[in-house]
């Protein structure tokens, strides 16, 4: 069964950074287009970030666009979110996605890592 691992969360102060990394356990990772999705406690789940498989192609939501950065090792089977910038409206659970088909059925799931903005 594929797993999704993220880290890198953690509690940072508004206009700090963080990196978010998450590891696939899958050989055919290098075929998979990932992204990174958020929710804060009563909202739902938002996009973060994708990128497509070959690392060649990457779309941000319009609230970290100029802030945040994805990117991928398929060497390595990770991808990565670096924040910067951080704002409290940050904060919630971050989760690592994985679409097997290459495009944007997004159906593998990691258990997330929580980012915490403090003001």
């Known amino acids: 069964q594929v797993q999704l691992v993220e880290s890198g969360g953690g509690l940072v102060q508004a206009g700090g950074s963080l990196r978010l990394s998450c590891v696939v356990s899958?050989?055919?990772?290098?075929?998979?287009?990932m992204g990174w999705f958020r929710q804060a406690p009563g909202k739902e789940r938002e996009s973060v970030a994708t990128?497509?498989?070959?690392?060649?192609?990457?779309h941000y939501g319009d609230s970290v666009k100029g802030r945040f950065t994805i990117s991928r090792d398929n060497a390595k089977n990770t991808v990565y979110l670096q924040m910067s910038s951080l704002k409290p409206e940050d904060s919630g659970v971050y989760f690592c996605a994985a679409a097997s088909d290459g495009h944007l059925n997004y159906d593998l799931w990691g258990h997330g890592t929580q980012v915490t903005v403090s003001s």
């Open positions: 990128i497509t498989f070959g690392g060649s192609y990457a």
């Open positions: 899958d050989g055919r990772f290098s075929s998979y287009a």
